[in-house]
């Protein structure tokens, strides 16, 4: 069975530039994560689909930050303009819904660098 | 402040057993997971335990969770070079739905 994917693994762009990250999730899972790592530090959420409808929006930073999730399938997480601070790993994760503890499985990330 | 806190390093040799330490901060913590990150992969879950719990073996890992101090730590035996990676512990709350709260990480560096 495949696992999480993302695309790109890595996106070089500069600042005010849009980038649009993919993540697919593992077939069936109805639930979505995003999350980041800025700079080293700890991995933030920022936002959790189930199916289509987002779940929970509260860790997204600014309307620069737009996630869709069409169909209930794989999801788009766009960026515009983007700015230096943007700069990080942006991990994606899917879990089966019902699944008490909501073990998450995490996707390779895409290392986005804004310059 | 950060919610869940870990030092940021641990260097050991081969052979012998790492401790890798986690506090967090708040009591309605319902699971606690750690998560180990290799060079260039994504988060793989490594081993959780139930908040009720007070500790879970599972081969090499041990989980030692301390409630009345919101401690947790990772004890991994007889350390190997491929468990050279950084490690995150991570928690979901009784109060925000199932996301992850995740701390810094450890890097650990295992010595031959």
């Known amino acids: 069975e495949a696992g999480v994917t993302q695309f790109p693994s890595h996106s070089v762009i500069e600042k005010g530039q849009t980038v649009t990250l993919r993540c697919d999730p593992i077939?069936?899972?109805?639930?979505l994560y995003w999350y980041r790592r800025v700079m080293g530090k700890e991995i933030k959420f920022l936002l959790h689909f189930v199916k289509e409808s987002k779940q929970d929006e509260s860790g997204m930073p600014n309307n620069r930050f737009l996630a869709e999730r069409t169909g209930g399938t794989y999801s788009t997480l766009k960026v515009q303009p983007a700015e230096l601070e943007d700069s990080g790993v942006y991990f994606c994760?899917?879990?089966?819904?019902?699944?008490?503890?909501?073990?998450?499985?995490f996707g390779p990330g895409t290392r986005l660098t804004v310059l | 402040g950060e919610d869940v806190e870990q030092s940021l390093f641990l260097s050991v040799r081969e052979g012998d057993s790492s401790v890798i330490n986690c506090t967090y901060t708040d009591s309605s913590s319902t699971y606690l997971y750690w998560y180990k990150q290799e060079p260039g992969a994504g988060l793989q879950l490594l081993t959780y335990i139930f908040s009720n719990m007070d500790m879970k073996q599972d081969q090499r890992l041990t989980v030692l969770l301390n409630k009345k101090d919101k401690h947790l730590s990772l004890r991994i035996a007889d350390t190997q070079t491929g468990d050279s990676a950084i490690y995150f512990c991570?928690?979901?709350?009784?109060?925000?739905?199932?996301?992850?709260?995740f701390g810094s990480g450890t890097r650990l560096l295992v010595r031959p």
């Open positions: 077939s069936g899972h109805d639930n």
């Open positions: 994760a899917s879990s089966q819904q019902g699944d008490d503890k909501d073990t998450q499985y």
């Open positions: 991570a928690e979901t709350r009784r109060d925000s739905s199932y996301k992850l709260i």
